[in-house]
């Protein structure tokens, strides 16, 4: 156990930002992000929750995270439980372990974690001396079945949308007050498998305002290390059929200026870096001042997400200001028809009209997204995102600067995994077999053309991703 201690003081001593808050007199909080501290504290839903609980007087917060492998290995070996990153406290000793799930295969981690700590995994076999369990996140709100047989509660929806204070009452209540919230209801553990199949509508902060979302603990050892994330709008407008950004989110919304500007300038103090976050950043009407805001304060920034009908000569200047090298590009579908039966509305003539842009500014590096196993793809399809791909290239050769003769095309095709609450959420997966031929074909196609780059998602964990999206228990 020494030697996990260990482990976690050195990451603890490398964080700025993290507290160790008195517990005495509060409900005692181990948030648990069920993957490894490198991908958690990449993600800003830890951030938050982490500034929620620990600004609540009520409340005192401590993260936890999934072992590393070989860690894992040593913690079965001395029977040591998952221990928490600021005191190296048992997370069987808090009152409440929240888990915060992103992604749907990260919910294999939770009984395994449950089971070293000597955590029942059924409410009714935890005593008073066991913590109460609460479950939340974008995979729990798209589906909180799996989780439902484990938890005390789901908490669906956004967390800001709810009052902490219900949680000392055992219950999860939302915050009465209209302007900071939409109705909603969270299903606790006396709900009906029934009850849930047909969810009411989670709740939602309407003003982000009340809620700075960002980078609260700095540390070096994950993926954006080097950044200060920001998120400046949440939800989306698009409304593209397979996206489950609306059924987790809702309506797109945004942060206003000044309180964007608020986090920078917080940010400034200890990166001048920034990663823009949100599903659709360019929509901010005020973008180009936010970017600017950065640039004359000689910082940079980059981007979690650029639509490409919104790339114009314009934005792809402010990008090259910034430092941009590459430029990543969410295309889903390689025809304009199949394209546009996902209910996304650029063509691939606008496609190159955007790299044409991004080229001349320096961008020669361009990461192209894709999706295979959707449903009424075609083999021409897929051959198709062989073509793109060359295009691709050819285009940003063409507009590319003379001195800049570095130029790539990585192409990352991802099998397609509907989600509930979209409007493919009765499709089925395509199946491994099918995915597998797919990626074989592409291998053929693309695998050695000189400047383009191939990879896949694994065909194996996507069917997982699609089994526990759709699952009514673990």
Avoid at 292 to 316: C, K, M, P
């Amino acid at each position: 156990m020494w030697k996990l201690k260990k482990q976690l003081q050195s990451l603890a001593a490398d964080e700025i930002g993290s507290m160790k808050k008195d517990p005495g007199g509060t409900t005692s909080v181990a948030l648990v992000y069920p993957n490894t501290y490198k991908v958690g504290m990449s993600n800003l839903a830890v951030h938050s929750l982490y500034k929620i609980f620990n600004d609540h007087p009520n409340f005192s917060c401590e993260r936890a995270f999934l072992p590393e492998k070989k860690d894992w290995v040593e913690h079965e070996r001395t029977d040591t439980p998952i221990l928490t990153v600021e005191t190296q406290k048992q997370i069987s000793e808090f009152d409440i372990v929240a888990f915060t799930i992103s992604f749907e295969n990260d919910l294999l981690n939770v009984v395994p974690i449950l089971k070293l700590c000597k955590i029942p995994l059924k409410p009714q076999d935890r005593g008073p001396d066991h913590p109460s369990i609460i479950a939340g996140g974008a995979a729990v709100t798209l589906n909180p079945k799996p989780m439902s047989g484990i938890a005390n509660a789901c908490i669906l929806g956004e967390f800001e949308a709810y009052d902490p204070e219900g949680l000392l009452r055992g219950g999860t209540s939302a915050a009465s007050d209209s302007s900071k919230v939409s109705p909603g209801k969270a299903p606790e553990n006396n709900t009906s498998q029934e009850s849930l199949t047909s969810l009411v509508t989670p709740p939602r902060c309407n003003d982000l305002d009340l809620f700075p979302t960002q980078t609260v603990i700095h540390t070096p050892n994950t993926e954006f290390g080097h950044m200060h994330l920001i998120e400046v709008t949440r939800g989306c407008s698009r409304g593209c059929l397979f996206c489950a950004v609306p059924g987790i989110y809702g309506s797109f919304r945004m942060r206003s200026y000044e309180a964007i500007i608020k986090m920078i300038d917080e940010g400034f103090e200890y990166r001048n870096k920034f990663g823009l976050v949100g599903a659709d950043i360019l929509a901010h009407p005020r973008f180009t001042d936010i970017a600017e805001y950065i640039l004359e304060r000689n910082g940079t920034f980059s981007l979690s997400s650029v639509r490409v009908d919104r790339i114009d000569s314009d934005t792809a200047k402010l990008f090259k200001r910034a430092g941009m090298k590459s430029m990543s590009l969410g295309i889903e579908a390689a025809t304009d028809g199949l394209r546009a039966k996902l209910g996304k509305k650029f063509t691939n003539e606008r496609c190159m009209e955007a790299v044409s842009v991004l080229a001349a500014e320096g961008m020669t590096n361009i990461r192209l997204y894709f999706m295979t196993g959707l449903p009424g793809e075609t083999d021409e399809d897929i051959e198709a995102i062989a073509a793109f791909a060359e295009e691709t290239l050819e285009t940003i050769r063409k507009n590319a600067p003379k001195t800049q003769r570095s130029s790539s095309v990585e192409c990352t095709a991802t099998p397609f995994v509907p989600k509930p609450n979209t409007q493919f959420a009765d499709a089925e997966f395509a199946g491994t077999k099918r995915i597998n031929e797919i990626q074989k074909k592409l291998k053929q196609l693309i695998g050695k053309k000189k400047g383009i780059k191939l990879s896949f998602d694994s065909a194996k964990q996507a069917e997982t991703e699609y089994k526990l999206a759709h699952a009514d228990n673990l």
